[in-house]
């Protein structure tokens, strides 16, 4: 029988999110609530130093003279942020040396997610940073990385070992006063990873982070800080997952990079948070901070594969300070059922010769929403800055939108910026032309979706690329060849 | 005091020789209100995010004229489109002047909106059109809704061509030493019907003066509406245009507007579809200098299945001079097969000029046709190479090329003498002869 995109759209609004299990971990979870003593537990908590601790509460000052921004073109509840628990942690927690030592409970959750971190450390070759609910809680590969004089472990631990590094990078990027959510997160971060990459040095392998919400009525607040010193190299994955629940669980978390003169990393994100069931109940916020500091010819490059989340409000950014360097940003979005999407970048050229790419991709399906929101700036310094953007947008059916919202501010005379945006759905011209040549509709809109996907697809790295195709997959299964 | 309470204090005296039972008059109490409560808009408003009204409204204006001015023919006879045979609606600082107008009620109503809304033989085309579309909640379309009493009023019957193009055209003769103008101008080109208007404002001095102006346009089915604005003011003079189209099935609506003066000029434009089959075209030119501002916003409300908007502007910004387009294409879940297109490109020349371009598409319908094209750069260094190896000046190969980057949207002007004019216009701001006509 002809598959058709009828067919495509119903399965669509049916798949059921595959990660939703709950695991029975016993954990230590604080009381719910937001006030500057449960701020001063969380660092007690975590034995922090009394800079850091001051730090947190200088944010939750600022952070209580704001109020939640309201322009995004997403609808939904807002949190309240006094029913969270803002931390929760596996309770056996001590230490691990090595694998063997981790709460097979955990193990099997991993096992579950399809990342077995034995596995993964023998096959593929990434160093992972887990962390579960609110804490770190294994770290693999760190010796192999530690010979190369790679810092990469839990925030916790780097506030610790490394209070230096910490101190002098934390907030630079996206300061607490920032917005809203970054404020919160200065605040009440419980965890997070920690990369320090010295000078000259290419990493070795793929760090990634993997992040999952466990627990009932918390929510997650992360802080990653990547710091990759002059002439260095390294490319950092991030995923993450949460159980089915019918609440909405709150993910706001910042991320800061700082690439140095000449250095690189390449950040990748395969973002597949609980997305709500199809009636659009439950499912994640995922209202996220990213910022990244590119020194003189240093360079920056996002891609990021949205799947997940019901409300997805994020924005990857480039600072380009120094002169010639380079900011990219790859997205694909994939929104479903009730999803919500406002994501894009922000793009600041202020440096001499900068340049940037934007590719982004969006895919909505079923009943939802999904907005490219960006911002292209040419300060008035910023000579010869060359920017090039495009977002496509694919719907699948009627009962969805697709908006772009680009904000393109030109200050300089020898900027050269281009902007594309079109909006369509599958062409039925498209499918005629592949079935005429023997290949049926399932295969067809299988080539489009991919062919459509491929360019950012294509900039994610090989160990990722299977995981991101898994991904997809869920979102779009029956479609990707 | 501020300008806004002046604005709110002097509508007693506004309010004195009017009818005030009348169902026009409640528009207008509704409106102030409106004014009242919102002010004037500020960049922390999204649609003023690249243009501040602050400096402008920081100045006391004289709102009513306090004697009759009077132009000579042959002191602006330059404005007018002399070479063609027009209906004219001139005003003076605000007055309507029979003198150099030209008005008509033969087969077509070419007139006043003071004779319109007081009139009984209009009362049927006042209750029906008038302040419809035009924005109830935009706080300088209501405060130019609060103030409604004079404008032009055209009325196209069915099955009627307009024979002559008509002209609006508003002088500030630089008698008082400020004014703030606010005229009202009502359109209604009925099924079948065409019609070709021209609109200016036009400063004879160079004594501050703010136009905050609202023309309603409506076109029935099948009619044919193409509305030009020359846009070449002295640069005391700014202008809030606030433009809103309301396009029936089958109809064509067209508004070309050529920025190349003023201080401060802004743009709105709004189009609304009540029919299916509908043409939607919105062109513009902008050429700036100096430090002058021009901020086109547009909107295109795809309410309706199988309709087409096609927006193209082009900008050229020199000196420190600031461009700002922020267009917008809303299409509705039920217009299938909507066709839209949006496209703005900009030049720039120096560099302390600006362009902030916003261009957006909100789609909710799946099997349409959106696109949008932004690009910010400079005149093409090997094509000026090319034409200088062939011995054209530097300076006339620039402007030939700035002819040709404005090409796109002058060839669609449909009036000859019209598009000469602009012609000659763009040549004179560039400094050249060409010594031909494109």
Known sequence: MAYTEEELKKELETKEYEYGFYTDIESDTFPVGLNEGIIRKISEKKDEPKWMTNWRLEAFSSFKKMVEPEWSNVKYKKPDLQKISYYSAPKQKPKYKSLDEVDPELLKTFDKLGISIAEQKKLSGVAVDIVMDSVSVATTFRDTLAKKGIIFCSISEAIQKHPELVKRYIGTVIPPKDNYYSALNSAVFTDGSFCYIPKGVRCPMELSTYFRINQAGTGQFERTLVIADEQSYVSYLEGCTAPSRDENQLHAAVVELIALDDAEIKYSTVQNWFPGDKNGKGGVFNFVTKRGLCHNRSKISWTQVETGSAVTWKYPSCVLKGDNSIGEFYSIAVTNNFQQADTGTKMVHLGKNTRSTIISKGISAGKSQNSYRGLVKVGSRAKNARNFSQCDSLLMGNNCGAHTFPYIEAKNNSAQIEHEATTSKIGEDQIFYCNQRGIDTEKAIALIVNGFSKEVLNKLPMEFAVEAQKLLEISLEGSVG | ?438
């Open chain 2, 1 to 438: 005091m501020e300008f806004k309470e002046k604005l709110i204090s002097s509508y007693l005296a506004f309010e004195e020789d009017l009818d005030l039972l009348d169902s026009v008059h409640q528009n207008r109490a509704k409106a102030l209100k409106v004014f009242e409560k919102k002010g004037f808009p500020s960049k922390k408003d999204e649609s003023w995010k690249y243009t501040s009204l602050r400096a402008l409204v920081n100045f006391d204006y004289a709102l009513f004229p306090r004697s009759e001015a009077s132009i000579e023919l042959k002191e602006v006879k330059k404005y007018f489109l002399y070479d063609t045979d027009t209906y004219k609606v001139i005003f003076i600082d605000g007055v309507y002047s029979p003198f150099l107008s030209n008005t008509t009620h033969d087969g077509l109503d070419v007139c006043l909106m003071s004779a319109a809304l007081t009139k009984p033989k209009y009362r049927n085309l006042i209750n029906t059109y008038f302040n419809k579309i035009a924005s109830l909640e935009e706080s300088l379309t209501a405060l130019n809704t609060s103030y409604t009493k004079e404008g032009a009023f055209i009325y196209i019957p069915k099955k009627t061509v307009a024979e002559k193009p008509i002209e609006i055209i508003h002088f500030a003769s630089g008698k008082e030493h400020s004014l703030w103008l606010q005229p009202r101008n009502l359109i209604v080109v009925d099924k079948n019907s065409q019609v070709q208007i021209i609109e200016r404002h036009q400063s004879l001095k160079d004594h501050p003066v703010v136009t905050n102006s609202v023309t309603e346009v409506y076109a029935h089915e099948e009619a044919f509406v193409d509305y030009y604005k020359l846009q070449n003011d002295l640069t005391s003079a700014s202008l809030i245009d606030n433009t809103y189209i309301q396009q029936a099935k089958n109809s064509h609506a067209s508004v070309h507007t050529f920025s190349l003066g003023g201080k401060l000029v802004r743009n709105n434009l709004r189009y609304y579809h009540t029919g299916q089959h509908i043409l939607s075209t919105l062109k513009g030119v902008t050429i700036l200098e100096g430090r002058q501002h021009v901020d086109h916003s547009t909107m295109v409300h795809h309410s309706h299945p199988n309709c087409e908007s096609h927006q193209d502007y082009k900008g050229i910004f020199s000196e420190r001079s600031e461009g700002v387009f922020n267009g917008q294409i809303l299409v509705e879940k039920i217009a299938q097969k909507t066709n839209a297109f949006q496209q703005n490109n900009n030049v720039l020349l120096d560099d302390k000029a600006t362009v902030n371009s916003k261009p957006q598409l909100e789609i909710y319908a799946d099997d349409v046709k959106c696109s949008h094209g932004c690009t910010i750069g400079q005149m093409d260094e090997e094509a000026l190479f090319y034409l200088r190896s062939r011995g054209i000046p530097k300076k006339e190969a620039k402007a030939l090329m700035t002819y040709a980057f404005a090409n796109n949207v002058l060839e669609s002007v449909k009036l000859p003498s019209l598009k000469k004019r602009i012609n000659g216009q763009i040549a004179r701001k560039l400094g050249v002869n060409l010594g031909f006509e494109l």
